[in-house]
């Protein structure tokens, strides 16, 4: 089972900059993905993005794409989330999850190890 802890969370203004970290262990050569999602209050949990532990692959929500990139160190087991150009909409609390289900058709309910959670807030 993977255990993940998310840091890196923070006060940013409307265009500016955070990076947020995961550091994952337990991860068996059943992992596939890596994946971002964020909830804000009253909200379902959503996607931001994902990538593959095999390839690198990496898939983004509409909504951050060609903002926010993905990244990790598989040799670390360190995973990456740098947000460019944020907005007050991405204010929300930021989970890292693993999942052993292919980055390609993974979904929310495919990702079984959740991290603590790490709170971004945006100010206009």
């Known amino acids: 089972q993977e255990e993940l802890d998310e840091s890196g969370g923070g006060l940013a203004q409307a265009g500016g900059s955070l990076r947020l970290s995961c550091a994952v262990s337990?991860?068996?050569?059943?992992?596939?993905?890596v994946g971002w999602f964020r909830q804000s209050p009253g909200k379902e949990r959503d996607f931001v993005a994902s990538?593959?532990?095999?390839?690198?692959?990496?898939w983004y929500a509409h909504s951050v794409k060609g903002r926010f990139t993905i990244s990790g160190d598989i040799a670390t087991n360190m995973f990456f989330l740098t947000m460019n150009n944020l907005k007050p909409e991405d204010t929300a609390v930021y989970y890292c999850?693993?999942?052993?289900?292919?980055?390609?058709?993974?979904?929310?309910?495919?990702?079984?190890?959740w991290g603590q959670g790490t709170q971004v807030t945006v100010s206009s």
């Open positions: 999850a693993a999942s052993i289900i292919p980055a390609h058709y993974a979904t929310r309910s495919d990702f079984g190890s």
């Open positions: 337990g991860l068996t050569s059943s992992s596939r993905t």
């Open positions: 990538i593959s532990l095999t390839d690198a692959t990496t």
